[in-house]
Nanobody, 126 residues
């Protein structure tokens, strides 16, 4: 089992920045590709960003390209999501997820991920 714990959410004004962290436990962090999804009230969970287990590949949803950066530090067992130029429409619960590193599914597809965190709230005021 992998337990994922997110942190770093909060309230920020439009144009501001936040950095989210995800720290897994229970299994070797480097055994998993990792992703971020977000879910706003009454809406479905959508893909934000993902990173391969060796960090050589990253993927982004269209709405966050150029503003968000995903990274990971396998030595520290932590994944990050740097969010810049935040907009009110970025308001959501941000959830990290883990996918076995050799799984051949799509990074963009939430069904590819085996493990999920509880999420951290990000609120962007206008």
């Amino acid at each position: 089992q992998v337990q994922l714990v997110e942190s770093g959410g909060g309230l920020v004004q439009a144009g501001g920045s936040l950095r989210l962290s995800c720290a897994p436990s229970g299994r070797t962090f480097s055994s998993y590709a990792m992703g971020w999804f977000r879910q706003a009230p009454g809406k479905e969970r959508i893909f934000v960003a993902a990173i391969s287990w060796r960090a050589e590949r990253t993927y982004y949803g269209d709405s966050v390209k150029g503003r968000f950066t995903i990274s990971r530090d396998n030595a520290k067992n932590t994944m990050y999501l740097q969010m810049n130029s935040l907009k009110p429409e970025d308001t959501a619960v941000y959830i990290c997820a883990a996918m076995p590193k050799y799984y051949s599914g799509s990074y963009y597809d939430r069904t590819s991920y085996n493990y999920w965190g509880q999420g951290t709230q990000v609120t962007v005021s206008s």
